[in-house]
Every structure is written in structure tokens, then in C-alpha cells.
């Protein structure tokens, strides 16, 4: 298993950026597909975005697709979501995780970090 924690979340006004970063330790994170999810208050968890272990196939939700970009330097076991255009919706808790599977399924990730908070005021 990897122990994952998330950084790099604040408050930005709508229409900016911000940039995420995933720490993973240990040796076996080249191997995982490595996914971001977000919470918001009284909603459910969902997927935003994943990353194969290679980096050589990434995947996104609608609703962020075209204003995020998910990347992984497996060099530093480190992956990163650049966060683009963003909106009071993207308002949520932003959590990484790590899966054997190339999925989006939450069910399917079983080492997930602390999280870390994203606000984004209109």
C-alpha cells in the first residue's frame, strides 16, 4: 500500500487557479492509478480526475474536463491537478487515492489521504 497526502488547497476568487499536489510514500506508487475526488457539505464523493501508473492515460469527469489537468511524476511520487477556471462549484474537500485498476469507480481505491480544502468564492 501507499500513504498519500494532499496539498496546495486555499481560497482563490473565481476564474483562477490553483495547483494540487498528492505525496505518496512508498516504493510501489509507479505501480497504482493514482485519482482525485472531491466532497462537498451534504453531497457525496465523486471523482474528478485519474492517471494510470505510467501517466500515459489520464481520465476526467464532465465537469471538469477542459479546466483541469492531472499529471504524476513518478520520480518524486508525486501527482498533481492543475485546476483552471475555477468555479464556486468546484467548492469541496479534494481527496487522492490510490488503485491496482485503472477506474473511477470510489469503491475501487483503497489508500486515500486526508484531504485538503479548495474554496472558490464568486
Known amino acids: 500500500q501507499v500513504q498519500l497526502v494532499e496539498s496546495g488547497g486555499g481560497l482563490v476568487q473565481a476564474g483562477g487557479s490553483l495547483r494540487l499536489s498528492c505525496a505518496a510514500s512508498g516504493r510501489s506508487f509507479s505501480t497504482y492509478t493514482i485519482g482525485w475526488f472531491r466532497q462537498a457539505p451534504g453531497k457525496e464523493r465523486e471523482f474528478v480526475a485519474g492517471?494510470?501508473?505510467?501517466?500515459?492515460?489520464?481520465f476526467y469527469s464532465d465537469s471538469v474536463k477542459g479546466r483541469f489537468t492531472i499529471s504524476r511524476d513518478n520520480a518524486k511520487n508525486t501527482v498533481y491537478l492543475q485546476m483552471n477556471s475555477l468555479k464556486p462549484e468546484d467548492t469541496a474537500v479534494y481527496y487522492c487515492?490510490?488503485?491496482?485498476?485503472?477506474?473511477?469507480?470510489?469503491?475501487?481505491?483503497?489508500?486515500w489521504g486526508q484531504g485538503t480544502q479548495v474554496t472558490v468564492s464568486s
Open positions: 492517471i494510470s501508473w505510467s501517466g500515459g492515460y489520464t
Open positions: 487515492a490510490a488503485s491496482k485498476r485503472v477506474v473511477a469507480t470510489i469503491s475501487l481505491y483503497d489508500s
